[in-house]
Nanobody, 122 residues
Framework: QVQLVESGGGLVQAGDSLKVSCTTS????????MGWFRQAPGKEREFVSS????????YYRDSVKGRFTISRDNAKNTVYLQMNRLKPEDTAVYYC???????????????WGQGTQVTVSS
């Protein structure tokens, strides 16, 4: 049974930093690209960042470039998203996902976590 479990969300102030994690089980972690997506109330789920299987290639949506950093530890079956200089518009539920390729498209990911809430106050 494949499981993806996010953690590390919370309530922070604008300008603060937060690191969310996603630990997986039941799959060969190193065989999957990993992505982070987010969904704000009343909005569609959107791509945030992704990382290739070996961790060498990373991708970001424009609005988080220079502020967010994705990384993975294949020995720990875990992917991270370090978020710096957070803004109120970053407020959303953050989901991690596993797929064959590190794309920006939701449909390319096979497995999803339940999400972790990140709230940024102004």
């Amino acid at each position: 049974q494949v499981q993806l479990v996010e953690s590390g969300g919370g309530l922070v102030q604008a300008g603060d930093s937060l690191k969310v994690s996603c630990t997986t089980s039941g799959l060969t972690f190193s065989a999957y690209a990993m992505g982070w997506f987010r969904q704000a109330p009343g909005k569609e789920r959107e791509f945030v960042s992704s990382v290739s299987r070996g961790g060498y290639n990373t991708y970001y949506r424009d609005s988080v470039k220079g502020r967010f950093t994705i990384s993975r530890d294949n020995a720990k079956n875990t992917v991270y998203l370090q978020m710096n200089r957070l803004k109120p518009e970053d407020t959303a539920v953050y989901y991690c996902a596993a797929g064959r390729l590190a794309t920006t498209q939701l449909n390319d990911y096979d497995y999803w976590g339940q999400g972790t809430q990140v709230t940024v106050s102004s």
